[in-house]
C-alpha cells in the first residue's frame, strides 16, 4: 500500500523568504502525486499535480514541486512567500490503476512571520 | 459553477445517536469520495463512487458506517451509534473521470465537523 510521509509538522518562515516543503512517498511504481493547501475554515484546493513527464511542476499561486524518482520526493517549493500562504499543506499520492484514491500525509502547518 | 458543497457545516451529536452528512458534487462529476480528517492528522479515504459501479468501501473503519449515492448526484454518510472518536471533520471530493490522461483533480467540500460529546 501506498503512503505519504510529510516530515516537516509545523514551519515558520519570514514574508519574502523562500519555502521548501518536503514530502517523501513510499509505492511500488511511478505514483500520481499531488499537494494540496488547505486554508482556515476553507476547503482542500489543489495547488499542483504530477503524473509524468517534466518532472519539474508548476502550480497555481507561485508554487513549484519537482519530482525525484530516486529519492522518492515531491518538495515544494516558493521561491518568496506571502503572508497569505499561511496555512496548511498536504502532499498526497494516488495510484494510476483503481479509484485513484488519495492517500495524504499529515500535513505541513505554514506560518509566516514578518 | 458551483463548488462541492456540504452539510451540515457543523454537528454536534451526543454519544450513541445516529448521523447523516450530506454532499452535493459539482454536476457533471461521476465519481464522488468521502474523507474523514481527525484533528492534526492526514485526510483517511473512506468510500468511493464511481457512476453505477459498486462502491469501494475498503476505507469505512467499523459496520457502523455507510453511504449511499443517488446517481451521480447527492451523496449521504450515514454514522450509527457515534462514538467520541467518531468526532473529525468529514470531506466529500468530487471528480470527473474522463478518458483524459493522467489523475483526475478532486474537488474537495468545506467539510462537515462532527463532535461527538
Known amino acids: 500500500a501506498q503512503s505519504v510521509t510529510q516530515p516537516d509538522i509545523h514551519i515558520t518562515v519570514s514574508e519574502g523568504a523562500s519555502l521548501e516543503l518536503r514530502c517523501n512517498y513510499s509505492y511500488g511504481a511511478t505514483p500520481y502525486l499531488f499537494w494540496y493547501v488547505q486554508s482556515p475554515g476553507q476547503g482542500l484546493q489543489l495547488l499542483l499535480k504530477y503524473f509524468s513527464g517534466d518532472t519539474l511542476v508548476q502550480g497555481i499561486k507561485g508554487f513549484e514541486a519537482e519530482f525525484k524518482r530516486s529519492q522518492s520526493s515531491f518538495n515544494l517549493r516558493k521561491p518568496s512567500v506571502h503572508w497569505s500562504d499561511a496555512a496548511e499543506y498536504f502532499c498526497a499520492v494516488g495510484v494510476r490503476f483503481g479509484n485513484e484514491k488519495l492517500t495524504f500525509g499529515t500535513g505541513t502547518r505554514l506560518t509566516i512571520i514578518p | ?117
Open chain 2, 1 to 117: 459553477g458551483a463548488g462541492v458543497s456540504q452539510s451540515p457545516s457543523n454537528k454536534v451529536t451526543e454519544k450513541g445517536k445516529d448521523v447523516e452528512l450530506r454532499c452535493d458534487p459539482i454536476s457533471g462529476h461521476t465519481a464522488l469520495y468521502w474523507y474523514r480528517q481527525r484533528l492534526g492528522q492526514g485526510l483517511e479515504f473512506l468510500i468511493y463512487f464511481q457512476g453505477n459501479s459498486a462502491p469501494d468501501k475498503s476505507g469505512l473503519p467499523s459496520d457502523r458506517f455507510s453511504a449511499e449515492r443517488t446517481g451521480e448526484s447527492v451523496s449521504t454518510l450515514t454514522i450509527q451509534r457515534t462514538q467520541q472518536e467518531d468526532s473529525a471533520v468529514y470531506l466529500c471530493a468530487s471528480s470527473y473521470r474522463g478518458g483524459r490522461s493522467g489523475p483526475d483533480t478532486q474537488y474537495f467540500g468545506p467539510g462537515t465537523r462532527l463532535t461527538v460529546l
